[in-house]
């Protein structure tokens, strides 16, 4: 028998490159690697890339020139860039860092064994093609291994929005929503695995058209005997039909927590975003989506300091934060992203930038507090995910997404838990089994 090889994967950004990072672990599992938590005992380093802000390539060229001593002490090892670096870079990743030997984009994970055959055989291998078949359906898993209860199933890729920040639409290319019958198949064998809670991804995940709507997919996973959770992540607010939010209402199993970000609270600065919809909508959109269930706990994103943000405009922010009384938020200071109609736009001054950031992530912070807080007392569900630190302490995800740590219990992993909530910490509640 061969010895395994060591494969060391480094993922940054978004649940999707999470997800993706499982999915070529398994391909290259394949190959004879295996995982290991070092880069200086690896045979294969694989950087698994961001772009949505700014220095993401700058950051990766340094990464990849502190492991090129690495190369320096075993000639053996591979490294590999993925992701959205490699999509927009391409071949000037293997100009500008020689060490690398594979450069593969988002769309092409399938072929990573042919690729990785290639290097191995002294060549170095590039692919950023948008080819037109489903990457997934190639990344077939091997033994049915043992997944963790909460999993990742991408849905959906790329974006048709073209939001005037954004790189997704260039890196992630336009909108591909994977059957229904693939993501169907896929779910079970999750859940043969012992996973009982997936999140569908997508960029845009709510203008799925797999053969059916969002809705629709949804309403059939429910269907799925073992599989006790759903959420969906990233939505955009003009996606949001009535079906559902009817199934917001009538669907048990899709859990009442909902990531749709506004990023601004100007219809000024909104407009140009080119977002498509007003503050007043959004707000409007919230309020349905509330009475179809009232418990929901809203999420979203924003970004501040986009160029001619006014103080006017970033106090419409901090107004729609505080009228919709935000579970979590993520805010971030816009950053020009090459290539994107923003770029060519004027500046605010970062000094001013950043202070309408920390103005907001307080604001955020003090609601999600008071959120927190008023948890004590309260019952919850939590899907039990792995041991806590101390001894008879499991921790899990409550049906809002808060981290839950569960006391004095022999609760199993992969289980749902009846909960009261003892304490709310700052970034977690304590509880114990009712
Ligand atoms: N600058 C700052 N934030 C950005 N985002 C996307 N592009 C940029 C950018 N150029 C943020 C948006 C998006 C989240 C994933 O990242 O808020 O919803
Ligand atoms: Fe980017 Fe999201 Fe806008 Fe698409 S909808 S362009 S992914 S911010």
Redesign the pocket.
């Known amino acids: 028998m061969t010895t395994p090889k060591k494969l060391f994967i480094k993922t940054y950004g978004?649940q999707m490159n999470v997800y993706d990072s499982e999915r070529m672990a398994e391909a290259l599992g394949g190959q004879g690697y295996v995982a290991t938590d070092r880069a200086d005992d690896a045979d294969m380093i694989l950087l698994n890339t961001c772009h949505?802000?700014e220095k993401a390539a700058e950051k990766v060229y340094s990464e990849l020139g502190r492991m090129k001593p690495l190369k320096e002490a075993n000639p053996n090892l591979k490294i590999a860039v993925a992701g959205c670096v490699a999509q927009a870079e391409g071949a000037e990743i293997m100009r500008r860092q020689p060490a690398v030997d594979l450069v593969v984009g988002p769309q092409s994970y399938h072929r990573l064994p042919e690729m990785e055959a290639k290097v191995r055989s002294g060549q170095s291998a590039l692919d950023t093609d948008f080819p037109p078949e489903d990457k997934f359906d190639h990344l077939k898993s091997r033994p049915k291994a043992r997944r963790a209860p909460a999993a990742f199933l991408t849905v959906q890729e790329g974006c048709d929005k073209f939001c005037a920040?954004?790189?997704v639409p260039y890196t992630r290319g336009s909108e591909v929503s994977r059957p229904a019958a693939r993501v169907l198949e896929e779910a079970r064998d999750l859940v043969e695995r012992g996973v009982r809670e997936v999140t569908l991804l997508g960029q845009n995940v709510n203008a799925y058209h797999g053969g059916t709507t969002l809705a629709g997919l949804i309403r059939d996973l429910a269907k799925v005997d073992g599989l006790e959770r759903i959420r969906y992540t990233?939505s955009h607010p003009n996606d949001m039909d009535d079906a559902l939010i009817a199934a917001h209402a009538e669907v048990e199993k899709l859990m009442p927590y909902l990531h749709l970000?506004v990023?601004s609270g100007s219809d000024r600065i909104l407009k140009r975003m080119n977002r498509s919809h007003t503050a007043e909508s959004y707000l409007k959109l919230i309020e349905r989506i509330r009475a179809a269930r009232p418990d929901i706990v809203m999420s979203g994103?924003?970004?501040v300091g986009f160029p001619e943000e006014t103080d006017a405009d970033f106090e419409a922010t901090l107004d729609l934060v505080r009228e919709v009384r935000y579970g979590y938020a993520?805010s971030?200071?816009?950053?020009?992203?090459p290539g994107?109609p923003a770029a060519e736009r004027p500046l605010v001054d970062p000094a001013v930038a950043d202070e309408r950031l920390q103005r907001l992530q307080a604001l955020i912070t003090e609601q999600q507090q008071e959120i927190q807080q008023s948890m004590v007392g309260r019952d919850l569900s939590v899907l039990v995910e792995k041991p806590g630190r101390l001894a008879g302490q499991m921790v899990g995800k409550s049906e809002y997404l808060h981290a839950v740590h569960i006391e004095d219990t022999t609760a199993e992993i992969g289980t749902v838990q009846k909960v009261r909530v003892v304490e709310a910490k700052r970034n977690s509640l304590s509880a114990v089994v009712r």
């Not at 971030?332 to 992203?337: L, P, T």
């Open positions: 978004c949505i802000r920040f954004c790189v990233t970000p990023q994103d924003f970004i993520y971030f200071k816009y950053s020009s992203r994107t």
